[in-house]
């Protein structure tokens, strides 16, 4: 069935099996652990994907859920976790969602504003991390001042993008706890049984409570508007 067949009733059933799937992955992220939880999250992303690459008409954001599935296959499919590769693929997702909200909002000058404050993120990164700065601290910081911009921009074209907005909303709380937790392995040491510690080191997978959300929004929005 091609997206130009599809009935507004055949996409609202579409979306409810599609949500229906990613409530019951939910429920094993949050609960499993092994090769089970491995298997629900990577299928639940793939899921993301698949669901709107069925349904969307937004190649960009596609093309970024494409990259997410890479993405993820490093760093959680890969044993061990393959951490600079993720975050170039998740640094890809980024740069293609920042062509879209780029492209809707035209200007050369907020081009240059995010270039500026990437630039200015690495120095301070450097700056603080001095001997342990490495490529995989250089490429997590632009990753995140882009994901950072990319909000800013999403919410100022919040009547646009919505659902989209709030997802990447949900992107940065997953993207912190797991940079907090990666920083207490060696960059900036986070002392155990502080409150801080014991809030990114929850009994409960804490990063995907929050990740999984931000993609099943994310590929929401990619929706055609027009449905026959």
Same mark, same amino acid.
């Given at each position: 069935?091609?997206?130009?067949?599809?009935?507004?009733?055949? @996409?609202?059933?579409? /979306?409810?099996?599609?949500? #229906?799937?990613?409530?019951?992955?939910?429920?094993?992220? *949050?609960?499993?652990?092994?090769?089970?939880?491995?298997?629900?999250?990577?299928?639940? =992303?793939? #899921?993301?994907?698949?669901?709107?690459?069925?349904?969307?008409?937004?190649?960009?954001?596609?093309? #970024? *859920?494409?990259?997410?599935?890479?993405? @993820?296959?490093?760093?959680?499919?890969?044993?061990?976790?393959?951490?600079?590769?993720?975050?170039?693929?998740?640094?890809?997702?980024?740069?293609?969602?920042?062509?879209?909200?780029?492209?809707?909002?035209?200007?050369?000058?907020?081009?240059?504003?995010?270039?500026? &404050?990437?630039?200015?993120?690495? %120095? =301070?990164?450097?700056?603080?991390?001095?001997?342990?700065? @490495?490529?995989?601290?250089? =490429?997590?910081?632009?990753?995140?001042?882009? &994901?950072?911009? $990319? %909000?800013?921009?999403?919410?100022?074209?919040?009547? /646009?993008?919505?659902?989209?907005? =709030?997802?990447?909303?949900?992107?940065?709380?997953?993207?912190?706890?797991?940079?907090?937790?990666?920083?207490? #392995?060696?960059?900036?040491?986070?002392?155990?049984?502080?409150?801080?510690?014991? +809030? +990114?080191?929850?009994?409960? $997978?804490?990063?995907?409570?929050?990740?999984?959300?931000?993609?099943?929004? +994310?590929?929401?929005?990619?929706?055609?508007?027009?449905?026959?």
């Amino acid at each position: 069935m091609t997206m130009k067949h599809l009935t507004k009733k055949q @996409d609202a059933a579409l /979306t409810l099996c599609f949500l #229906g799937i990613s409530c019951v992955l939910y429920y094993f992220i *949050l609960t499993a652990g092994g090769i089970l939880l491995t298997a629900a999250s990577y299928t639940a =992303i793939i #899921g993301c994907f698949a669901f709107a690459l069925s349904r969307g008409q937004n190649k960009l954001i596609i093309g #970024g *859920l494409a990259c997410t599935v890479v993405a @993820d296959f490093f760093l959680v499919v890969c044993s061990p976790i393959q951490q600079f590769w993720g975050m170039v693929f998740f640094l890809g997702a980024q740069g293609l969602y920042a062509a879209m909200l780029h492209r809707s909002r035209p200007g050369k000058a907020l081009i240059f504003i995010r270039l500026g &404050l990437i630039a200015i993120a690495e %120095i =301070i990164t450097a700056a603080i991390l001095k001997s342990n700065t @490495d490529p995989l601290a250089v =490429i997590s910081i632009c990753y995140y001042v882009n &994901l950072i911009f $990319n %909000i800013v921009l999403a919410f100022a074209q919040f009547k /646009t993008y919505p659902l989209f907005a =709030i997802g990447l909303v949900f992107f940065l709380l997953c993207d912190t706890v797991i940079g907090l937790q990666v920083m207490s #392995g060696g960059y900036l040491p986070i002392p155990e049984g502080s409150l801080l510690h014991s +809030i +990114i080191f929850a009994p409960f $997978n804490l990063a995907w409570l929050f990740y999984l959300p931000s993609q099943v929004l +994310i590929s929401l929005s990619s929706r055609k508007k027009h449905l026959a």
